[in-house]
């Protein structure tokens, strides 16, 4: 950015947009970045060490649970993350009027106050604030969404047909309740912890946003002279 040139770069870019990939995207990358990747590792690490446990512990036709729940999982990640990377850059993009301005505000104080523009810019400052908490808004709407959508997967795969095998076929069969018990626990233990796994990768992929946004910066072309 330093050496970039000055007629088709410095000139033409915000200065709101520049302070915006080295402030917040910047920070995305260093820190939030490594943790939700550790967090999704660590995560599915276990998921994976639970899942051989109980199959193990209890019977291979809990397997048969997998399948379902990753498909119906997998299918609302796609549908849930092809809006929220969109949602994500707009959140970025209207940060940086907001950045922008500061800075010209606080460079042009004295100007401002001596026109008497202190009512328009704190109007047009205002305006920049509610496109930006828009998206963030239709964001939290958004995950809200999504977390009703995995546990409605929990609740008609998992708990609704334990309750209709522990009211139609316990009597008749032959299987202690401890062994039973321990085959539907392990089975909603297994789930949630297959869909936190699947929202754990959502939220590193929409971090990684940010690495999108700047990796565009190394684009730039210098001045012939570096």
Request: glycine letters at 4%.
């Amino acid at each position: 950015v330093m050496h970039s040139k000055i007629d088709e770069f410095i000139e033409r870019v915000p200065v709101g947009r520049i302070v915006n990939r080295f402030s917040k995207d910047i920070d995305n990358i260093d820190s939030e970045i490594i943790g939700s990747f550790n967090g999704f590792m660590v995560l599915g690490c276990y998921t994976i060490a639970n899942i051989a446990t109980v199959i193990y512990t209890t019977s291979p036709y809990m397997s048969l649970i997998i399948i379902p729940v990753f498909m119906f999982g997998f299918w609302f990640q796609n549908y849930y993350m092809n809006i929220k990377r969109e949602l994500v850059r707009f959140e970025a993009i209207t940060r940086s009027p907001i950045l922008e301005q500061v800075g010209d505000t606080i460079k042009g104080l004295t100007v401002i106050r001596s026109l008497g523009l202190q009512s328009f810019l704190r109007k047009k400052f205002i305006t920049n604030l509610e496109n930006n908490f828009k998206n963030a808004l239709m964001t939290y709407g958004l995950d809200a969404w999504y977390a009703l959508r995995t546990a409605l997967v929990n609740i008609w795969i998992v708990q609704i047909p334990a309750y209709l095998v522990l009211a139609f076929f316990f009597k008749t069969s032959n299987v202690s309740p401890k062994d039973l018990a321990f085959f539907f626990f392990g089975a909603m233990e297994m789930i949630r912890l297959m869909l936190w796994m699947i929202v754990c990768q959502c939220n590193f992929e929409s971090k990684l946003v940010s690495y999108e946004r700047c990796i565009h910066f190394e684009e730039i072309q210098p001045e012939k002279m570096y």
